[in-house]
């Protein structure tokens, strides 16, 4: 079945630090992948996704590349800051008609001034 | 446009008991989707409607159910509550349209304690 694999946390950084997360998946077919963030208290937003092999996906200053060679999707930012701290989720879903989506287990980030 | 909104947002039960929760879509929105979040299991699917049918199922006992009205509106059922059913229930919505991956809107969750 499908699965995702990401990076455990915490990952603590200081304000303006560059700033990755690993994500890798197994699936059937060609599915969607997407980072989802979680900020304390709060529902998923989505952070961005790609749909097909070497789309990147970027949304405030977040990028991942979707690599199918190594069924990889990393997240990375080049400058993080205070406001980021949050948990971040990796996610896809087989595509079609399947809204089901399948998600790693989280990275909670804490960026110190 | 309005979010997808949940209710109630927090709920205290007893083992043996069992709850509705309730989950508005998005205007506009066909599919409802509902996961389970827990910190030892993370995120789990447990199902999706879409016009009122269930279109796919996650790996729960039957005591989860869930139902989607005609106006899209959602709602999720446990049975005789367990205290491993304590969780945030999230719920998703999207236009849910088939052979098209729309992005999946969630709602802030319902808090479930079970003691």
């Known amino acids: 079945g499908d699965s995702v694999t990401q990076m455990e946390g915490p990952v603590t950084l200081s304000e303006e630090a560059f700033l990755t997360i690993n994500c890798t998946y197994t699936?059937?077919?060609?599915?969607?992948l997407f980072w989802y963030v979680q900020y304390p208290g709060e529902g998923l937003q989505l952070l961005l996704k790609?749909?097909?092999?070497?789309d990147k996906g970027s949304n405030k200053g977040f990028e991942a590349t979707y690599r199918k060679e190594t069924t990889s999707f990393h997240l990375e930012k080049g400058s993080v800051q205070v406001s980021d701290s949050a948990v971040y989720f990796c996610?896809?879903?087989?595509?079609?008609?399947?809204?089901?989506?399948?998600f790693g287990k989280g990275t909670l980030l804490t960026v110190n001034p | 446009k309005a979010g997808v909104t949940q209710t109630p947002r927090y709920l205290i039960k007893t083992r043996g008991q069992q709850v509705t929760l309730s989950c508005s879509p998005i205007?506009?929105?066909?599919?409802v989707s509902w996961y389970q979040q827990t910190p030892g299991q993370g995120l789990q699917f447990l199902f999706e409607?879409?016009?009122?049918?269930?279109?796919n199922k996650g790996n729960f006992p039957g005591r989860f159910s869930g139902r989607q009205f005609s106006n899209s509106r959602s709602e999720m059922n446990v049975s005789t509550l367990e205290l491993g059913d304590s969780a945030l229930y999230l719920c998703?919505?999207?236009?849910?349209?088939?052979?098209?991956?729309?992005?999946?809107?969630f709602g802030p969750g319902t808090r479930l304690t079970v003691t």
């Open positions: 790609a749909t097909k092999a070497d």
């Open positions: 205007s506009g929105h066909r599919s």
């Open positions: 409607y879409f016009s009122e049918t269930q279109r």
């Open positions: 996610a896809l879903s087989s595509g079609g008609s399947n809204y089901k989506l399948t």
């Open positions: 998703a919505s999207s236009p849910g349209l088939a052979g098209v991956m729309y992005e999946q809107y």
């Open positions: 699936a059937t077919g060609y599915p969607s």
